[in-house]
């Protein structure tokens, strides 16, 4: 997103896709967050959202997108309504709120259970959207997501390139160069008083990519329980081993840890291990080797 798409009606539809905790929400969140200051109401008392974000609830629908388009707008008092009436008010308060760009996150609840016939008409409400309101619209969600366009041409036909949005590969040494960089302000930051913290740089990085297997989004949520970690036991002394354990174990749900990573020197050969259950977990053979480069197809 930049100004000029902000500044006036602009069509165009985009995707964002990426495996679960890679970090696609906080980015979008973050850029919204620049756009806030955007907001101002009209002579009507009714609040101008240039941009405006809305998340899809497990069993999209029509219903479920004129809602979650509602709810975003702060007018779910309106469920009563029938379908079509819910979803042309939605449009039309689109409108009235001088929306210019419309994120719908977790795209892929759209669907249903990954049956075809869910997926073309998913798509199909998808494009009377698009048609109906000329802005920018961003898609955000699972690489899965990619179904909705590829069961409707016509929707396919008007989408810009797909971002994708991965994980950081260690195997890529500028990628993995990235990854320590980003870890780097973490451990800058809890390396002073009062955290103290008592492993060194390489070990407390290696051991985030362990853990996360290059899902920043899954780095960022370490941090949070390490910090509630903190907290819960009083710790007077810094953050030791232990409290590092505890911060991974609340972490560590796609995979069973065997001790504390944080302990022990990780090992290339257990990075690797690691990205390819990532991969078969997200779901990504298609998009990406289990080498981890992006399939030649993308």
Avoid: C
């Amino acid at each position: 997103m930049n100004p000029p798409v902000v500044a006036g009606a602009y069509r165009s539809l985009k995707w964002i896709l990426g495996p679960s905790r890679s970090g696609k929400t906080q980015v979008v969140d973050h850029v919204i967050s620049d756009y806030k200051s955007l907001e101002t109401v009209d002579s009507d008392n009714r609040k101008i959202i240039p941009v405006l974000k809305i998340t899809m609830q497990t069993g999209g629908s029509k219903t479920g997108l004129a809602m979650a388009i509602l709810y975003g707008l702060s007018m779910e008092k309106f469920a009563g309504r029938t379908v079509s009436e819910k979803f042309d008010l939605a449009i039309s308060q689109l409108k009235l709120h001088k929306v210019q760009v419309l994120i719908i996150d977790e795209i892929q609840q759209m669907t249903d259970a990954g049956r075809s016939k869910s997926f073309r008409g998913a798509a199909d409400v998808l494009k009377e959207l698009f048609e109906r309101v000329p802005i920018t619209f961003i898609f955000v969600g699972l690489p899965n997501a990619e179904e909705l366009w590829l069961n409707n041409t016509q929707l396919a036909n008007r989408s810009d390139r797909r971002v994708l949005f991965m994980p950081y590969d260690y195997s890529d040494p500028e990628q993995y160069k990235q990854f320590v960089s980003a870890v780097k302000g973490y451990y800058d930051f809890y390396v002073t008083a009062p955290y103290n913290i008592e492993v060194g740089r390489e070990r407390f990085t290696r051991a985030l990519y362990f853990l996360s297997a290059g899902r920043f989004g899954l780095v960022s949520n370490f941090m949070h329980s390490l910090q509630l970690e903190f907290l819960r036991t009083n710790q007077k002394f810094g953050i030791n081993k232990n409290l590092l354990g505890a911060a991974a174990e609340r972490i560590a749900v796609d995979f069973d840890l065997d001790g504390n990573p944080f302990e022990r020197d990780i090992s290339d050969r257990e990075f690797s291990v690691r990205w390819e259950q990532m991969i078969l977990k997200e779901d990504l053979t298609r998009i990406v080797g289990v080498n981890g480069r992006l399939a030649h197809h993308v």
